[in-house]
């Protein structure tokens, strides 16, 4: 009999480890109550699918993640992932800032191993809680060869998505992520994974290009196996500040208190392909004269940032693509730990 892969579970709190006091709640439970072990042991039959062995490294809400956190998770999980018997990490986190943590993590780790990120919607004491089906799947999927250099994962609801391209759509319903500007990475049907070889690959002028692979392998803009930031001497990110665009929102206000507050870095979420408000891009060029790079970001759900010339050669602006202002914001951070020069930092987003 072939031998059971060995998943490592870190467990961080969130509504999978939540609970309510009635059975019908879905809002109002408490986040982040029930310890890893506790998890292990409401899953039927996952000690069938792996051996399985795991920690507490905090135990919140995920609206509460900070990144000093996020700097001790890269940390573990590049420990256990350097070890012989571990063949794939799961991350039990809160939904709300699920694409953030495994966006982070796909920037900052170097591993062929799966790092798979699974939650919940509903508490783990509500009826027809989704938790324990979700955490099934994720284990699933870590423990799975054809999960081997594809990234960061999350797993929810029988959806694998990639951390690039995934942000959390509902904040309601159990379908609650979904992959912007392309299909999932995979669905999960009883035992069976099934990849749909869709990717997106960047072209080298920065335009993004459909890239359907036969081999099923998943391109990312950022190789699962290619380190591109080094975490673990960090001892926190620098900080880089998000304002968002809205009828009204030009007089700066927020640009100025970031400013002040020792932003190293803005992202501004424009209300479309970066259009920004004539008041206020002068108060971000000035932000760039003075060395705070500033990324042009979306709060549209889809598309691709791609800036007039103007822009970029007169402004100084960095285009964000396809990101969106949260995961903007992660990228800006972690290139400004290696330059903070505009074409540099450029380049990384392209
Ligand atoms: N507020 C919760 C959290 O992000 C929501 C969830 O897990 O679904 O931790």
Redesign the pocket.
Same mark, same amino acid.
């Given at each position: 009999m072939a031998q059971k892969p060995n998943i490592y579970i870190i467990a961080t709190?969130?509504?999978?480890a939540?609970q309510a006091d009635s059975a019908s709640a879905t809002v109002g439970y408490r *986040?982040?109550e029930l310890t890893v072990e506790q998890l292990m042991a409401s899953v039927p039959g996952l000690d069938k699918l792996a051996n399985l062995s795991g920690e507490q490294l905090c135990n919140?809400?995920?609206?509460d993640m900070q990144e000093d956190i996020w700097l001790q998770l890269a940390r573990h999980v590049v420990k256990e992932a350097a070890r012989n018997n571990v063949d794939g990490i799961v991350i039990t986190?809160?939904?709300?800032?699920?694409e953030e943590t495994a966006w982070f993590l796909q920037l900052a780790l170097q591993t062929e191993k799966p790092v798979v990120l699974t939650? *919940?919607?509903r508490p783990a004491t509500a009826i027809s809680a989704d938790g324990p089906m979700n955490l099934w799947q994720a284990v699933r999927v870590a423990a799975d060869p054809g999960a081997q250099g594809r990234g960061v994962l999350v797993v929810m609801n029988g959806q694998i998505d990639a951390a690039e391209k995934v942000t959390k759509a509902s904040a309601n319903t159990l379908q609650a992520f979904r992959s912007i500007g392309s299909g999932p990475a995979g669905v999960i049907v009883n035992e069976k994974i099934f990849w749909q070889n869709y990717s997106v690959a960047q072209t080298e002028c920065g335009n993004t290009c459909s890239d359907s692979e036969p081999t099923g392998n998943v391109k990312h803009a950022f190789s699962a196996t290619k380190l591109y930031f080094p975490t673990e001497n960090l001892t926190r990110l620098p900080k880089v500040r998000i304002i968002y665009g809205y009828v009204g929102g030009d007089d700066a206000l927020f640009v100025k208190a970031a400013l002040q507050d020792g932003a190293k870095g803005l992202v501004y979420a424009a209300c479309g392909n970066g259009s920004v408000p004539e008041k206020l891009a002068s108060v971000l060029q000035e932000a760039v004269v003075s060395g705070v790079p500033v990324v042009i970001a979306t709060r549209c759900s889809g598309g691709i940032v791609v800036l007039p010339k103007e822009m970029t050669e007169k402004n100084g602006f960095i285009a964000g693509g396809s990101l969106n202002p949260q995961k903007a914001k992660i990228l800006l951070q972690l290139t400004l730990t290696k330059t903070n020069e505009v074409k540099a930092i450029q380049a990384f987003f392209h």
């Amino acid at each position: 009999m072939a031998q059971k892969p060995n998943i490592y579970i870190i467990a961080t709190g969130g509504t999978i480890a939540g609970q309510a006091d009635s059975a019908s709640a879905t809002v109002g439970y408490r *986040a982040g109550e029930l310890t890893v072990e506790q998890l292990m042991a409401s899953v039927p039959g996952l000690d069938k699918l792996a051996n399985l062995s795991g920690e507490q490294l905090c135990n919140i809400d995920s609206k509460d993640m900070q990144e000093d956190i996020w700097l001790q998770l890269a940390r573990h999980v590049v420990k256990e992932a350097a070890r012989n018997n571990v063949d794939g990490i799961v991350i039990t986190h809160g939904t709300d800032t699920m694409e953030e943590t495994a966006w982070f993590l796909q920037l900052a780790l170097q591993t062929e191993k799966p790092v798979v990120l699974t939650g *919940a919607m509903r508490p783990a004491t509500a009826i027809s809680a989704d938790g324990p089906m979700n955490l099934w799947q994720a284990v699933r999927v870590a423990a799975d060869p054809g999960a081997q250099g594809r990234g960061v994962l999350v797993v929810m609801n029988g959806q694998i998505d990639a951390a690039e391209k995934v942000t959390k759509a509902s904040a309601n319903t159990l379908q609650a992520f979904r992959s912007i500007g392309s299909g999932p990475a995979g669905v999960i049907v009883n035992e069976k994974i099934f990849w749909q070889n869709y990717s997106v690959a960047q072209t080298e002028c920065g335009n993004t290009c459909s890239d359907s692979e036969p081999t099923g392998n998943v391109k990312h803009a950022f190789s699962a196996t290619k380190l591109y930031f080094p975490t673990e001497n960090l001892t926190r990110l620098p900080k880089v500040r998000i304002i968002y665009g809205y009828v009204g929102g030009d007089d700066a206000l927020f640009v100025k208190a970031a400013l002040q507050d020792g932003a190293k870095g803005l992202v501004y979420a424009a209300c479309g392909n970066g259009s920004v408000p004539e008041k206020l891009a002068s108060v971000l060029q000035e932000a760039v004269v003075s060395g705070v790079p500033v990324v042009i970001a979306t709060r549209c759900s889809g598309g691709i940032v791609v800036l007039p010339k103007e822009m970029t050669e007169k402004n100084g602006f960095i285009a964000g693509g396809s990101l969106n202002p949260q995961k903007a914001k992660i990228l800006l951070q972690l290139t400004l730990t290696k330059t903070n020069e505009v074409k540099a930092i450029q380049a990384f987003f392209h």
